[in-house]
């Protein structure tokens, strides 16, 4: 079973920033892809951005070049660098993994708020 484990989260003013941290273990098998989706109290979950072994990358809208999300070279490590944080993105960041038949597996999230 691949375990999941986010790290970074915090609370920040607009305009600041903070890196993000995800971990797999666990897993026979490297991770298709990895990514973070992020659910605001009310709100469904979202993709915010994801990385294939590719190294291809997909970003929601709203990131508009703030966000990069990066993965370290034994694969079992995702980052998300956000930069000019705003109040819309206050959410709990959940960090996933794609298996193989992309099963996929959940971490139990990690808080940012932004707020002066």
């Known amino acids: 079973q691949v375990r999941l484990v986010e790290s970074g989260g915090g609370s920040v003013q607009p305009g600041g920033s903070l890196r993000l941290s995800c971990v797999a273990s666990g897993g026979r098998f490297t991770l298709n892809a990895m990514g973070w989706y992020r659910q605001a109290p009310g709100t469904e979950r979202e993709l915010v951005a994801s990385?294939?072994?590719?190294?291809?990358?997909n970003y929601g809208d709203f990131v508009k070049g703030r966000f990069t999300i990066s993965r370290n070279k034994a694969g079992n490590t995702v980052y998300l660098q956000m930069n000019s944080l705003a109040s819309e993105d206050t959410a709990v960041y959940y960090c996933?993994?794609?298996?193989?038949?992309?099963?996929?597996?959940w971490g139990q999230g990690t808080q940012v708020t932004v707020s002066s």
């Open positions: 996933k993994g794609w298996g193989p038949a992309s099963t996929g597996f």
């Open positions: 990385i294939h072994v590719s190294g291809l990358v």
